[in-house]
């Protein structure tokens, strides 16, 4: 023996007691680490490699004690002792196969399907050690020398081998998950394990057992010069550094998860801080809308408070035009020209703002370009606008807020004309002048406070022509009074003196004659408040329900909001009513549609829930609204009874579907199609599709649509 063995041999004890302790180290290290929340499925497959590691380590110190008992007085442990530890060296095996087939097993079965294989291999192992005790009938302390090694070679080999495979699973999963150190850690874990259980477990002690005979550990102290101990030792110390180092996955694992959360916390206060921002953006406009439409209100209260004054007519005018100037930012002059009823002549009846002039263009010049733009204005019919650049433009007064041809011309307008029309004939003309430079912008909301303005002075006018001629008939009627006064008096003396005479007592007898009735009813038949009380409640419903008919006529979602918002409003209002679980879906584009589009596909809509509610007898209805540039379509289901859509729609029209012909007949308006699937009880399909050939709007996306 060369003196590197000797030395080791003399040392068994510290090699013991080193190689327990690498062993002990590790189940420690694992059991706290198994203790930690993760998404790996090797957190909590360590559990039983950590009780390997633990049961291990004390198999290793047993043996550690036995050898010092030994070397100091010469003590033999006892068949109990040794029964021991063998006991703990299995169950340490068969932890080690169990953390194997957790780790590659990840099925949720039940606990004995999943270890059903270490149930197996157990009882081989005692069925090998009933037959070596039957046939071999070898001595108690032999036997449980034979037991151990068997141990080793069915126990701890394919339990090292599973593991190191697990180890080498898992590994991979690291890499997946961007930890390639880890899995380098895993690597060496599954080398240490390896070498250990192979390599460890062959060379047991020297029994009559094959292949013990021949392959022990004195064997492999004489091939490789150190104890089995040592060697098994050094792979728990391999084992237990690598594993770990592997454990700080874990950390890192945290380390991301709350980087992770703290992302999602910035993105979440960016993303309340940006609503915040659109919120007080969203104030901010609606305060200025807010402010626009007082300012617009306030300005047509004062007209319409001028317009209806006891005053003349030229007066009357003469202050609107003032205000309307003053009011308004784009003009600092106007005029007002009307046409004579009876020589159908024009003329200026009143102006303001061209006395002087605040660019290049000379007071009477911009004078006479207004009357020109105003007498063209009358002529034509025809709203007008000039540029700066000496362009007009005409357009139709009820499409100036569509089109806008005045706004998007290249050149600003710096002079605009609206015709005044009463009872659908034009009798004049507004115009509005600034600056020929064009320095302030005509824009949308004075524009249409303009056509506004021109409607009412339209209307004035017709008023104030109307005022004149009630002005003359009642002169006209004050002078025949006078004719009939005289011959109205002599009538009411012989009426009154009749009246007096006859018909007041007559009057004065009925009056007694109820008021007696009166007493007689009040003391033989009460009126009972209960009577009036129930006629009260039938009030309040029936104008609930009044309520309740006008908004499903015509529910103010579908104009202010479109079709989208207008159809989750309806939807729960009749799932409320119904008590039929419907389901809205959306897909697509979300967008605003042209009008008519969203007032027809809303009514074939509550056409199709109204059918449903009083005749399918159904549980549950699903819509889906599918919103595509070119086509829109909406599919509405249902489980109830179902019809034969060919008899419904083929019976004599007072007895057919209403509802079915409303929905075809809205479809065909916009040149869709419909089509109805359905039979006896297998529920309804309706699917209507309508071509899109307008532009839509976009609106914001919602975050969650249903019912």
């Not at 004054?309 to 609107?320: C, E, F, G, H, T």
Request: net charge negative.
């Amino acid at each position: 023996m060369n003196p590197i063995s000797a030395f080791f041999v003399r040392n068994i004890i510290v090699v013991f007691f080193f190689s327990g302790l690498a062993f002990f180290i590790m189940g420690v290290a694992l059991a706290l680490a198994s203790r930690q929340t993760s998404e790996f499925r090797f957190a909590q497959a360590i559990r039983p490699l950590a009780a390997f590691g633990i049961l291990h380590g004390i198999h290793e110190w047993v043996e550690m004690f036995q050898k010092i008992s030994t070397l100091t007085s010469g003590y033999a442990p006892t068949v109990g002792q040794e029964v021991g530890r063998l006991a703990i060296l299995v169950v340490s095996f068969l932890m080690l196969m169990a953390f194997g087939i957790l780790l590659l097993n990840p099925q949720r079965i039940g606990d004995w399907q999943r270890y059903s294989p270490i149930w197996g291999i157990v009882g081989l192992w005692a069925l090998g050690l009933l037959i070596i005790a039957v046939v071999l009938k070898p001595p108690l302390g032999e036997l449980v020398a034979q037991a151990d090694g068997l141990a080793r070679y069915s126990l701890g080999i394919p339990g090292a081998l599973l593991g190191t495979w697990a180890l080498m699973e898992q590994q991979r999963t690291f890499r997946e998950h961007d930890m390639p150190q880890f899995g380098r850690d895993l690597v060496w874990c599954a080398t240490g394990l390896f070498l250990y259980g192979v390599v460890g477990q062959i060379f047991v002690r020297h029994t009559s057992l094959m292949p013990s005979i021949i392959i022990n550990s004195t064997l492999f102290l004489q091939w490789f010069g150190i104890p089995v101990q040592l060697f098994r030792g050094v792979m728990a110390a391999i084992l237990t550094f690598a594993m770990i180092r592997a454990l700080r996955a874990f950390e890192l694992e945290n380390r991301r998860r709350l980087e992770a959360a703290n992302q999602a916390k910035l993105a979440a206060q960016a993303a309340a801080l940006e609503t915040e921002r659109r919120i007080s953006q969203g104030m901010e406009r609606l305060y200025e809308e807010l402010q626009l439409t007082a300012h617009e209100l306030s300005l047509l209260l004062d007209l319409s408070n001028i317009l209806a004054a006891s005053i003349s007519l030229k007066d009357r005018l003469q202050n609107v035009l003032e205000k309307i100037v003053h009011s308004l930012n784009f003009s600092d002059a106007g005029m007002i020209l009307l046409s004579t009823q009876a020589t159908g002549t024009l003329e200026v009846r009143v102006s303001t703002g061209f006395s002087t002039s605040q660019d290049f263009t000379k007071p009477e010049e911009r004078y006479n370009m207004a009357r020109d733009l105003g007498e063209q204005c009358i002529a034509k019919a025809m709203a007008m606008c000039r540029h700066t650049d000496n362009a007009i433009i005409e357009f139709l007064l009820e499409e100036a807020l569509e089109t806008q041809l005045c706004r998007q011309h290249e050149s600003p307008v710096f002079m605009i004309s609206l015709p005044l029309t009463a009872q659908q004939r034009i009798i004049g003309s507004l115009v509005l002048v600034q600056p020929k430079t064009g320095e302030k912008l005509i824009i949308y909301d004075e524009l249409k406070l303009m056509v506004g303005i021109a409607e009412r002075i339209g209307l004035s006018i017709e008023n104030a022509t109307l005022y004149q001629e009630v002005k003359e008939r009642e002169r006209m009627l004050a002078e025949l009074l006078h004719e009939v006064v005289g011959a109205q008096e002599a009538e009411r003396k012989r009426i009154a003196r009749e009246l007096h005479d006859a018909t007041g007592q007559s009057l004065t007898a009925i009056a007694l004659g109820l008021r007696g009735i009166e007493a007689l009813v009040t003391n033989n038949s009460p009126v009972k408040v209960e009577h009036i009380r129930e006629l009260k409640s039938f009030g309040t419903n029936a104008l609930g329900e009044l309520r309740q008919l006008i908004s499903d006529l015509r529910p103010p979602q579908l104009d202010d909001l479109g079709l989208v918002a207008a159809l989750q409003w309806y939807i729960k209002a009749f799932e409320k009513r119904s008590s039929i679980h419907t389901e809205f879906v959306v897909e697509g584009e979300r967008a605003r549609l042209p009008s008519e589009y969203e007032t027809v596909l809303f009514r074939i809509t509550q056409e199709a829930l109204t059918n449903i509610a009083k005749h399918a007898n159904a549980t549950y209805t699903s819509i889906t609204l599918e919103m595509y540039p070119t086509q829109i379509q909406v599919t509405i289901k249902d489980n109830g009874h179902g019809f034969e859509p060919k008899e419904a729609l083929g019976k004599p029209r007072e007895h057919s579907g209403w509802g079915l012909l409303g929905i075809r007949e809205r479809t065909s308006l916009l040149g869709g199609q419909y089509k109805i699937d359905s039979s006896p009880g297998q529920g309804t399909c309706i699917q209507v599709s309508i071509p899109l050939i307008m532009e839509t709007k976009d609106v914001e996306e919602n975050t969650t649509i249903t019912g």
